[in-house]
């Protein structure tokens, strides 16, 4: 039986691809579980989406964000991720933040189990990218076909030695982390 809260797989891909999109305040599936691809690169080209406020729901399947900000270079920050966005299926965020050159702020509550590319985040801030490095999970799943690597375009101050820590920890837990200058 399906539920009326059911997002099929790729319900929403490309839905708003190129649109003057400017701000999403909560969505058709805060609660519902999400189908494969069910966002598949929903809002890419957006180019002057700068507001998120909510990606809640219920359950994740792979590919389901995958590319959905791709290009939204105006996007400043991304709405928290929380556990049940972050411990989920791989691809899920394959270039999720691709393009995304304004990315500011960005803050995971939940762990991170598959790779994300952040290499077009340049302005990611300390602490974005140390919520970032703090959710690297030392889960290996059996049935992921990805690695684990982390992207970045970014040099940062590091402030006591703090992300020098959280990287040599990422590194114990089989994550590469690439691009990631420290000063």
């Avoid at 049940?84 to 393009?99: I, V």
Wanted: charged content about 15%; overall charge negative.
């Amino acid at each position: 039986a399906s539920s009326t809260n059911e997002c099929m797989p790729y319900q929403f891909c490309r839905m708003f691809e190129n649109a003057p999109v400017y701000a999403v305040y909560g969505h058709p599936f805060q609660d519902a579980t999400m189908a494969e691809g069910c966002c598949y690169e929903m809002f890419s080209g957006c180019s002057i989406l700068n507001e998120i406020s909510d990606l809640s729901c219920a359950n994740i399947e792979s590919y389901c964000f995958y590319g959905m900000f791709r290009n939204c270079s105006s996007l400043e920050r991304a709405p928290e991720l929380p556990q049940e966005l972050t411990d989920l299926s791989p691809y899920c965020f394959a270039y999720m933040f691709y393009g995304c050159t304004n990315l500011e702020n960005i803050t995971f509550i939940g762990s991170i189990n598959y790779d994300i590319d952040f290499s077009y985040c340049t302005l990611l801030t300390y602490d974005s990218v140390k919520s970032i490095l703090t959710a690297c999970s030392n889960t290996i799943r059996p049935t992921a076909t990805t690695s684990k690597i982390l992207k970045f375009n970014r040099t940062l101050a590091d402030q006591n030695g703090e992300l020098a820590a959280l990287i040599a920890d990422c590194n114990t837990k089989k994550w590469t982390i690439s691009g990631l200058t420290l000063e």
